[in-house]
């Protein structure tokens, strides 16, 4: 199988190339393709003729997107589209990454792939509105939809709680929005695999379980060994430019039915904590080596 990853230099792009070893793949980051330009994108799918394209590029900065919608909608809608009408073209089939960021957070128990889209944010409507778009072009196009990514190559909350815990005794994390932490591995292996199932429609793809980021922060503090006491706050004094979902979780329901099982995001984090204190050790052990 010939597979073309747009979004190959991103977090989850990393994951992709480095678990996705059985197939020819095809690492296409922002330099070989701008997707806002059709012909840019028309001539690296020409060339590549893949199977499958997987489309993991995006524009992810949620607030970033809020401050600067167009960019949003031409990266993440426009963009999207443009891969859809390539893909079409080299009759390739197509994987497109959205996000549980497509839900307003009000329904309070796990989201199904048949429930209604209603962002509450430019990212997510961004989002949405390629997730209505693509599926005129490519009827049988597979959008997996996934959340809270986590992994090594890429800017991630465990990094961020971690970084500041070294220089604070207590952090202050918020705890009015539930979702489901995913390892970019995890969702590396399973799209890998949707691919070779050939996966259609929508499918929901995160680590099993479900906590808040204060809960999370917990864990990561917990799982690390530190002493940084971690408070409960809200949304509400920590405004930011995007309002995020209150409740994000995505049923299973959706993969399951692929045969594919996702393990606990307590289980993943405890990997990705341990390979990137061993990483980080050898970082150390060769520069003290160097000197
Ligand atoms: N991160 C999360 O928590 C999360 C949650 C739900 C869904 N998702 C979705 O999962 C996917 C992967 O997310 P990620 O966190 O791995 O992303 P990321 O680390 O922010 O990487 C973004 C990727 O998109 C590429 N890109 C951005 N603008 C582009 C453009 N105009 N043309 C071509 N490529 C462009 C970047 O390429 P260059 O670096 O080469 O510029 C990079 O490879 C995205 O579709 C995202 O919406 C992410």
């Known amino acids: 199988m010939r597979v073309a990853i747009f979004g190959a230099t991103g977090m989850l792009g990393k994951a992709l190339l480095g678990q996705w070893k059985d197939d020819d793949v095809i690492a296409l ?4 393709a701008d997707i806002r330009n059709p012909d840019q994108v028309n001539a690296v799918l020409g060339q590549a003729k ?4 997987v489309l993991a590029a995006a524009y992810t900065d949620v607030d970033g997107c809020e401050i600067n919608p167009t960019l949003a909608s031409a990266v993440n809608t426009h963009g999207a589209l443009n891969v859809a009408k390539a893909a079409a073209r080299v009759q390739s089939k197509l994987l497109f990454l959205s996000t549980d960021y497509v839900f307003d957070g009000k329904k309070g128990s796990p989201y199904e792939i048949t ?3 209603r962002p509450i944010n430019a990212y997510g409507k961004s989002k ?5 778009k693509l599926t005129a072009i490519l009827p049988d196009c597979c959008i997996v939809r996934t959340s809270w990514l986590f992994g090594p190559g890429g800017k991630c909350f465990p990094d961020t709680i971690l970084r500041i815990a070294e220089s604070r005794k207590a952090i202050e994390v918020v705890n009015d929005q539930r979702g489901c932490p995913t390892y970019t591995l995890d969702l590396a292996d399973a799209i890998a695999k949707l691919c070779r199932l050939g996966s259609k429609g929508i499918i929901h793809c995160t680590n099993s379980g479900d906590c ?10 917990r799982n690390a060994g530190l002493s940084t006491t971690v408070k409960p706050t809200t949304s509400d004094k920590y405004v930011r430019p995007a309002e995020r979902p209150k409740y994000s979780v995505l049923s299973s329901a959706s993969l399951n039915s692929y045969g594919i099982e996702m393990r606990s995001w307590q289980q993943t984090l405890t990997n990705y904590l341990a ?7 050898e970082i150390a052990s060769s520069l003290s080596n160097r000197a």
């Open 115 to 117: 429930d209604e889209r």
């Open 29 to 32: 980051g922002s330099a070989q």
């Open 212 to 221: 808040t980021w204060f809960e999370l922060a917990q864990e990561i503090i």
């Open 275 to 281: 390979e990137r204190s061993r990483s980080n050790a």
């Open 50 to 53: 893949p199977d499958w394209t």
């Open 128 to 132: 949405a509105e390629a997730e209505e």
